[in-house]
């Protein structure tokens, strides 16, 4: 395979970047904050970490990265970079422990001082109100699954937004709805684990009703630049074959087209909904209107691509088997291939088909590198020429007339990685997750003289 390019530097420059362009860095609360302090309360994923076989070596976000005392350190770190925005999410779980009734007000608290602590360091506050952690008592319910839960989640959403709307820049729905549906109630790779088609397809239509009513609660509150997060691969056929381009665009479908599709234009792509539709909740044709809620920007993870091929389908299998590949490219420490022009290419492709002059924002890039801390400095140059390469791309796009506004680095620091534990690293920032100890990396410094200029 391949070496993963290395640069000491960023070739790209701050001002070929419009002057209103917004750098930031993102992260979640799971994966930094420490979910046992200050009264938070149990999420689907502490007992799905807790399940051997889910996690590796059944780590959790227990401490993590202990965020939720370290929170003044790690802004000043923002701030430090020369980053304008900073996307977080907050925790249900720690706000209400239940899922609902009643408030942590320790949990409130905690998000006011930090957002706080935004402003008073030049940082713009773009909350996510769910990057994963379902409160543990409204997964006993059945989660994505219950429609109960999406009126909750409104409610939920509505008491964030009366504490600290009056101070948010943006605020997002759901950070990711593929990987909380198919990932987690298909491929049970993530809580709740599950590997059930009906599961998937209630969830994958539960979750944009949800938005949909949160859009419309905080809508009625007043709550500007309301938006949601959707994450991208770059999807084509392993090759010619009729079956695997066939494979391609389903996978394409399922990935890129359900939710772009239901939530911008209100209809779900019907090669997908050909398959699922026999498992939707009853009357969900009524749902559509209420997802279709408008939109005042899309948020768009991107990292890698994926090379389909056609399976052999179990008979009595609800959908045909499709294989991801990958090809000749260099690959990060997640294994994903590293493909930039797929970032531009599905920029073009979104706003060209589906969000027109809808600004957009890139909420989510970045890589896992095999990053060692010698010395006192981590030398990820692999980092660097990732960054730049997408960077590059994110300038062509705009070039090309893409309405793209903002580029959140996945991630301020290393952290808790879901499945993959404490394993992969994806900070600008090395922690030490022993002592806790933040450390800038090369990626770090290198960004940081990008964006002042020098
Ligand atoms: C995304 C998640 C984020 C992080 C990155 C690597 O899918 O939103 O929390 O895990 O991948």
């Given amino acids: 395979m391949p070496a993963l390019p290395r640069q000491a530097h960023f070739t790209v420059k701050r001002s070929d970047f419009p002057k209103d362009f917004l750098f930031g860095t993102s992260t979640s609360a799971y994966q930094i904050e420490g979910s046992s302090f200050g009264g938070c309360g149990e999420s689907h994923w502490d007992s799905f970490a807790a399940t051997a076989g889910n ?29 304008s925005a ?21 949990g409130l608290d905690f998000y006011d001082k930090l957002v706080d602590g935004m402003l008073e360091r030049g940082l713009a506050p773009n909350l996510t109100l769910y990057h994963w952690e379902l409160p543990s008592a409204l997964s006993d319910i059945g989660g994505w699954r219950n429609r109960d839960v999406a009126d909750l989640f409104a409610d939920y959403a509505e008491i964030v937004v009366k504490r600290l709307g009056d101070r948010l820049s943006t605020v997002v729905t759901f ?30 239509h539960l979750v944009p009703v949800a938005h949909g009513k949160a859009i419309a609660a905080l809508r009625a509150l007043g709550q500007k630049d ?12 392993l090759d010619d074959a009729p079956a695997n381009r066939e494979a391609a665009r389903l996978t394409e479908g399922i990935y890129n087209r359900w939710f772009l599709g239901g939530l911008l234009n209100g209809s779900y792509p019907e090669d ?26 899309l948020g768009i993870n991107y990292y890698t691509r994926n ?7 179990e008979p009595g299998s609800a959908l045909p088997e499709m294989i991801g590949n990958k090809g ?26 589906y969000t027109g002059a809808l600004p957009l924002a890139i909420t989510e890039n970045g890589m896992a590198n095999k990053d060692v801390l010698t010395g006192g400095a981590v030398d990820d140059q692999e980092r660097i020429a990732y960054l730049d390469a997408h960077f590059r791309q994110a300038l062509s796009a705009i070039d090309k007339g893409v309405p793209l506004k903002a580029y959140f680095v996945w991630s301020l620091m290393d952290n808790f990685e879901w499945a993959l534990g404490y394993d992969k690293r994806f900070g600008l920032v090395h922690v030490d997750f022993e002592s806790l100890k933040r450390t800038p990396k090369a990626s770090y410094h290198a960004l940081k003289a990008m964006l002042s200029g020098t």
């Fill in 272 to 297: 997908v909904l050909s398959y699922l539709e026999p498992y939707l909740p009853e009357g969900w044709q009524q749902d559509m209107d209420n997802i279709k809620a408008p939109l005042d920007w």
């Fill in 55 to 83: 996690v590796v070596r059944c780590e959790n976000g227990a401490i993590a990265c202990d965020h939720y005392h370290n929170w003044p350190q790690d802004l000043d770190l923002m701030k430090e970079l020369g980053v």
């Fill in 226 to 237: 309301l938006g949601i997060v959707l994450n991208f691969e770059h999807i084509s056929p």
């Fill in 328 to 353: 000749p490219l260099p690959r990060t420490e997640m294994n994903w291939e590293v493909y930039p022009e797929g970032l531009g290419d599905l920029l073009s492709w979104i706003s060209k088909t």
């Fill in 175 to 204: 950070n990711e709805p593929w990987c909380i549906t198919w990932y987690s109630h298909f491929h049970g790779a993530h809580a709740p684990g599950l590997r059930d088609i009906r599961a998937v397809s209630r969830a994958a």
């Fill in 307 to 313: 090379l389909v091929s056609a399976g052999t389908t």
């Fill in 86 to 106: 900073y996307r977080f999410s907050t925790s249900w779980a720690r706000i209400l422990p239940e899922g609902r009734g009643q408030v942590n007000e320790e």
